[in-house]
């Protein structure tokens, strides 16, 4: 018997600012941002996420990454 192995990826197909405004809706996920050489990882849940000049900002207690 072969046991099938749940999937746990998926491809979405929106864009990218519209994925990122509906994060407060998943609870906990983690945002991992990259920049000169450094890798910035957090994990909990984005409570709000605003525009600002022309950036997505995420925020929360856990948060703070645009």
């Known amino acids: ?3 099938i ?3 746990t990826r998926l491809r979405l197909e929106a864009r990218a600012s ?3 405004q509906r994060l ?3 609870g906990k996920l983690m945002i991992i941002g ?3 050489g450094a890798t910035h990882e957090r994990i ?3 409570e709000t ?3 600002i ?3 997505l900002v995420c925020g929360g207690i856990h948060h703070k990454s645009s």
Do not use: R
Request: proline fraction near 8%.
């Open 24 to 26: 407060p809706a998943m």
């Open 44 to 46: 909990g849940t984005v």
């Open 1 to 3: 018997m072969t046991e």
């Open 53 to 55: 000049s022309g950036k």
């Open 34 to 36: 990259k920049g000169k």
């Open 18 to 20: 519209d994925i990122i």
């Open 49 to 51: 996420v605003t525009e």
């Open 5 to 7: 192995e749940p999937q």
